[in-house]
């Protein structure tokens, strides 16, 4: 199965931007929707956006609409995640994950059976 390894976090000032990055080893990247979550401390961990597995639709919590765009290159096999006009409520471990059901947008983690480490973004106010 794929493995997954997130990069870009990082401290931001409120109002900045980040980017972060998933790459994929493994089995193809292109079988896999992917979907990005996050989780705060003491809180559970909440779905933030979801792509199919050829980008040509997407999906993301109300809370980051119009500031996150979720964007996926197959031939790189890497996954995106642009973040805008962050927030202090943004801060928490950012994960990316893979769900083989490749044309499903799951806000659902257990539907998602591969997990990347996670990469921590702080939002300083």
């Known amino acids: 199965q794929v493995q997954l390894v997130e990069s870009g976090g990082g401290l931001v000032q409120a109002g900045g931007s980040l980017r972060l990055s998933c790459a994929a080893s493994g089995r193809t990247f292109s079988s896999y929707g992917l979907g990005w979550f996050r989780q705060a401390p003491g809180k559970e961990r909440e779905f933030v956006c979801a792509?199919?597995?050829?980008?040509?639709?997407?999906r993301y919590t109300d809370s980051v609409k119009g500031r996150f765009t979720i964007s996926r290159d197959n031939a790189k096999d890497t996954v995106y995640l642009q973040m805008n006009s962050l927030k202090p409520e943004d801060t928490a471990v950012y994960y990316c994950?893979?769900?083989?059901?490749?044309?499903?947008?799951?806000?659902?983690?257990?539907?998602?059976?591969?997990w990347g480490q996670g990469t921590q973004v702080t939002v300083s106010s």
């Open positions: 994950a893979a769900d083989s059901t490749y044309y499903r947008l799951s806000t659902n983690s257990d539907a998602y059976e591969v």
């Open positions: 792509i199919v597995w050829n980008g040509s639709n997407t």
